[in-house]
Structures are given as C-alpha cells and as structure tokens.
C-alpha cells in the first residue's frame, strides 16, 4: 500500500463556543517539514498538535492552519450591575452632605476600577474540540493520500512488469551475445596471428583479449537487475511507509542499467538498456512522491 505526500483537508466544529477549521495541505518533502499555524490564545495546544501530525505523517512538507471564531460577546466589555448600584448609593450618600454635589458622569463612573468586566472565554475547554478536530483532518488526509498512492502504485507497478520484460530480453539475447563476442575475439587473433607481437607473447594477448570479454559480460548486472525489480514488487505490498526504500530502489536500479549500457556492445543490448534507463526514471519521478 502507498500513500502520496500531496494531500489537502478540512475539517471543522462547531459549538457554544462557537467554531474552529483545520486546514492541512502537504507536498513533497524527503522529510516531515510541518509548518504550524494557531490563534495566540490556543498556542498551549501546539505541543500536543505537532505530537499527533508527527504520529500520523512521516514524509512531506505540511502546512496545518487552525480558525478560530469565538462566540459572539468573548472578549466584550460587559459593565457590573452590582457595583454600579452600590457606586451609585454611594453618590447618594454623598450628595446628602453636600447638596451641591453634580450629579455623576456616567462615563466617569464607568472608568471605576472593576466596573465593566471584560468576558473571557475558558480556551482549556477548547483543547478537546481542537485535537478531534484535528484527528478528523488528518484522517481525511491519509486517505486521500491513499487513493493517490494506490494510483502512483498502479503507475510503478506497470513500467516494473516492463522492466523485467527489458531484462528478461537482454537475458535471452546473452547467448546469441557471447558467440558474437567470441567471433569476433577469434577473428581479432586470426588478424593479428602473424604479428610480431603474437609472435612474441601469444599467450599474453589472448588473456588480454579474454579479459576485455568479461568486462563485456553482464549476467552480474542482470542478476541484481532481477533481485531488485523482485525486491521493488515486496515493496509495493508493505503497508507501512514505502517512499525511502523505493527512493534508494530507484538508484540501485539505475545504477545497474547504467552500467548495463556502458557494456553493450551491440545496437539491441544498447536499445534495451536505454529502455531500461527510461522505464527506471519514469518510476523515479511517481516515487518522487511516495509517503
């Protein structure tokens, strides 16, 4: 099972507080990058929140962006009844000493101390609204991701079926390989057989020519051709995280047809091998974003 780092999702909730969203959105990272933004009044979740990202999303550069919109009257200035009428038997005590005394300024009798109370909210009730929230986004997320992944899968699945179809084909060309390599051998010493340097070390030339013929020789690059392509096809069936391990697949691959074509010799292994080349890069790209 893959998954793909590119996903988005949202989630909200509503309440006497009235109502939050989660936004995540991720792209293609090597690592897990979280970009985090909260409201200032909900920051003491943060720790919590990157806990529950990390848990859940090992690869990809993730932005999670919390709203908050408080309940209408949070934070407004509400005046104290009580302690208006008291302020307010107060003055009249004071008046019946001194009759001349004005009357009081309703704005000066709101700038007492503890006569308008400012409504708080209690935001440590918001911490479980907040994290199931979040739980909610980020399941949403991980299963868009999935259905990408399952997507990508298909695509690396195909072009691995025609990789080994490639090596399959170079592995059946080998023969008909070897007894060209070998005419052709055979022919460079009958041209050369009346040399003086044959003539002088015949043996030696035939070694050298021999040597020449197993570095030409690629049943080795063939062979862990086929481990890996058997190895990438255990990969696409594991259901934890996949995206390094393919990642490092992808380069040993490539660096097993590489010097696949730096070997060949003829225009058919050539062909074959730059196919490789191709189908291994084509792969590449979709791993590029693989979870």
């Not at 970009?35 to 943060?46: D, I, V």
């Not at 990969?235 to 060949?264: C, H, W, Y």
């Not at 080349?277 to 792969?283: G, P, R, S, Y």
């Amino acid at each position: 099972m893959l998954r793909s780092m590119t996903g988005y999702a949202r989630a909200t909730a509503e309440g006497e507080w009235q109502e939050l969203s989660w936004e995540l959105r991720s792209v293609n990272h090597r690592y897990l990058d979280l970009s985090l933004y909260m409201p200032e009044e909900l920051r003491e979740f943060e720790s919590e929140v990157r806990s529950r990202l990390g848990a859940r999303l090992s690869r990809g550069k993730l932005t999670a962006q919390l709203r908050f919109v408080p309940a209408a009257g949070a934070g407004n200035l509400q005046p104290d009844v009580e302690r208006i009428r008291a302020l307010k038997e107060a003055v009249k005590q004071v008046q019946e000493v001194f009759v001349e005394t004005a009357l009081a300024d309703p704005l000066q009798v709101l700038r007492w101390p503890g006569v308008l109370q400012e409504h708080r909210q209690d935001y440590a009730l918001l911490k479980e609204p907040v994290l199931e929230t979040l739980d909610r986004a980020i399941q949403s997320m991980l299963e868009n991701r999935k259905r990408e992944g399952e997507q990508l899968g298909r695509i690396i699945l195909t072009r691995c079926e025609s990789l080994e179809v490639a090596v399959s084909d170079i592995r059946k060309l080998l023969p008909q390989l070897r007894a060209e390599w070998r005419e052709k051998l055979q022919r460079r010493l009958s041209d050369i057989a009346g040399s003086d340097a044959v003539k002088a070390d015949p043996a030696r030339l035939e070694q050298e020519l021999l040597i020449v013929a197993q570095r030409q020789d690629v049943d080795e690059e063939i062979d862990r051709l086929e481990t890996h392509i058997k190895e990438l096809r255990d990969i696409l069936k594991r259901k934890e995280p996949v995206g390094r391990r393919l990642d490092f697949l992808m380069q040993e691959l490539n660096r097993e047809a590489n010097t696949l074509t730096s070997k060949s010799q003829d225009s058919k292994s050539t062909q074959i091998a730059v196919e490789m080349k191709v189908l291994i890069e084509q792969m590449r790209e979709q791993v590029q974003n693989v979870e």
